[in-house]
Nanobody, 117 residues
Framework: QVPLVESGGGLVQAGGSLRLSCAASGTIFNNYIMGWYRQAPGKERDVVASISISGTTTYADSVKGRFTISRDNAKNTIHLQMNTLKPEDTAVYYC???????????WGQGTQVTVSS
């Protein structure tokens, strides 16, 4: 069973919006910090946004004011609303679950986001 299942990627023009979703098992959703990460070609995987069990959010500086991470506790799902997308947001986006700051315990399969200029 895949622990994290992402959906919602695609191709969008610059300035547009996309919403990513990540469904998790109840055990993971209720015990792990959930987050979104992205990896562009030739670059490392970096954190984009995270949300704690209590709902506290953090964002990378590059996406502050444009992206919003949220939790749907009834559906064990997190979302990433991405607005005012830029070509530099193009990457494979991964959902991750972690218990500590230095390692991610579970990864989703990734979903491609492509922003055309």
């Amino acid at each position: 069973q895949v622990p994290l299942v992402e959906s919602g990627g695609g191709l969008v023009q610059a300035g547009g919006s996309l919403r990513l979703s990540c469904a998790a098992s109840g055990t993971i959703f209720n015990n792990y910090i959930m987050g979104w990460y992205r990896q562009a070609p030739g670059k490392e995987r970096d954190v984009v946004a995270s949300i704690s069990i209590s709902g506290t959010t953090t964002y990378a500086d590059s996406v502050k004011g444009r992206f919003t991470i949220s939790r749907d506790n009834a559906k064990n799902t997190i979302h990433l609303q991405m607005n005012t997308l830029k070509p530099e947001d193009t990457a494979v986006y991964y959902c991750g679950a972690r218990r500590n700051p230095w390692s991610v315990d579970y990864w989703g399969q990734g979903t491609q986001v492509t922003v055309s200029s």
